[in-house]
């Protein structure tokens, strides 16, 4: 195994001015605003009919992150906003959809086992995720030495990114300070 620790500078001095994300409306400002042609759009570059159902769904997925600041939310949670709109519109529908969506890249599924995966709208910006292994609590962040760090490691084997999706796992500070049951 090739060891690229050394190619980060640990100095104090250095430490990245790009930190983890934790108030979810420090994103929301940053995050791009959809409108219904660009869901259009999305629906048609998939090949598939626009209808009001699948327009629901991207309607709803944008509206829990724009509105409500959700912008990771489950298959269920996004089936519960999308079911008090229209309780016609199946569980298998939405989560059909969103995978459907997850394949063409415009919404990311951010994995942690032995939990639900949750879903984004793919933002234009990169971000990689820190996600609680408790809570489930995911913060964003970037930092310019990851990346490139991550394109030293695929230049050293000879690969040429085309993209990447980096998740990190531990306890946030709020589940550290839980008391632990022994």
């Known amino acids: 195994m090739t060891d690229f620790s050394?190619?980060?500078n640990t100095d104090a001095d250095a430490l990245p001015t790009f930190l983890p994300r934790h108030n979810e409306s420090q994103i929301?400002?940053?995050?791009?605003?959809?409108?219904?042609?660009?869901?259009?759009?999305?629906?048609?570059?998939?090949?598939?009919k626009i209808t009001?159902?699948?327009?629901?769904?991207?309607?709803?997925?944008?509206?829990?992150?724009?509105?409500a600041g959700?912008?990771?939310?489950?298959?269920?949670?996004l089936f519960e906003k999308v079911s008090a709109v229209d309780k016609?519109?199946?569980f298998a529908t939405v989560y059909r959809f969103l995978r459907n969506l997850a394949e063409k890249s415009f919404v990311t599924e951010v994995r942690m086992g032995g939990q639900p995966s949750r879903y984004e709208l793919t933002s234009q910006e990169?971000?990689?995720?820190l996600t609680c292994t408790s809570c489930g609590k995911i913060c964003e962040f970037e930092n310019e030495k990851i990346e490139k760090l991550q394109a030293q490691v695929a230049e050293h084997f000879g690969f040429?990114?085309?993209?990447?999706?980096?998740?990190?796992?531990?306890?946030?500070?709020s589940c550290q300070a839980k008391p632990r049951l022994k």
Not at 54 to 59: H, P
């Open 52 to 67: 009001e159902q699948r327009m629901l769904i991207l309607t709803c997925l944008h509206d829990a992150d724009v509105m």
């Open 126 to 129: 990169h971000h990689d995720h």
């Open 6 to 8: 050394n190619s980060l």
């Open 88 to 90: 016609g519109v199946g």
């Open 160 to 173: 040429v990114l085309t993209s990447h999706i980096l998740e990190l796992y531990g306890l946030c500070p």
């Open 28 to 48: 929301i400002a940053k995050n791009q605003r959809y409108k219904n042609d660009d869901f259009k759009k999305m629906i048609r570059a998939m090949g598939l």
């Open 70 to 77: 959700e912008r990771h939310v489950t298959a269920q949670e």
